[in-house]
């Protein structure tokens, strides 16, 4: 259900600013360097976060459902690579190729638990070794398991109507060595 809504792409005014979240921001800070190799943004949406990502990106790749979004960022930032399609299937990435990866506003929760295992797994296969997740969760003090550092943010407000809420957390940190 949540796929086929977000492929629709009605929610594109909204995410098409550049408004980042305190935390957000924050993270993005933090993790400068990180950040600043070869990126791919899951769910880009409209690009409000891509723009951000572009300038700290050597290499900027964002990937979504909606062909609206798709668009609408190609139009905005003719300097990145816009794909349509799934996180699930990150076959048009080698093996190691990315330096990291941000996914926003709890994107892996459009799957069921097998397939969130196996798109971690797709994200594993991707990343370069040491190569870091991003992470927008909508709880506040989340425990990320096996990710190293996380930022909670439960005391920052976020933007009104907000589709993550005030109780953002964003974690920045290697995927698992290990198979999920």
């Not at 098409?16 to 899951?42: D, K, W, Y």
């Not at 700290?56 to 990145?80: N, T, V, W």
């Not at 870091?132 to 506040?140: E, F, N, R, S, T």
Request: glycine letters at 10%; a positive charge; charged letters at 25%.
């Amino acid at each position: 259900m949540n796929r086929r809504v977000w492929a629709q792409g009605r929610y594109l005014r909204a995410y098409a600013t550049q408004e980042l979240r305190p935390v957000e921001a924050a993270i993005m800070a933090r993790h400068r360097e990180r950040l600043s190799g070869r990126v791919l943004e899951a769910g880009v949406g409209a690009g409000r976060i891509a723009g951000h990502l572009i300038q700290l990106a050597e290499e900027f790749h964002g990937i979504d459902l909606s062909e609206k979004m798709i668009r609408e960022c190609r139009r905005r930032y003719p300097q990145g690579t816009f794909l349509e399609g799934d996180i699930s299937n990150l076959s048009v990435f080698a093996d190691g190729t990315l330096d990291a990866l941000w996914a926003g506003c709890n994107l892996l929760d459009i799957f069921n638990d097998a397939e969130r295992r196996a798109t971690l797994r797709e994200i594993h296969r991707v990343l370069a070794p040491g190569g870091a997740v991003g992470d927008v969760l909508a709880q506040p003090c989340v425990p990320v398991p096996r990710a190293g550092t996380a930022v909670c943010a439960h005391q920052q407000r976020a933007p009104p109507n907000s589709r993550c809420g005030a109780g953002a957390a964003i974690a920045m940190a290697p995927l698992a060595t290990r198979a999920v």
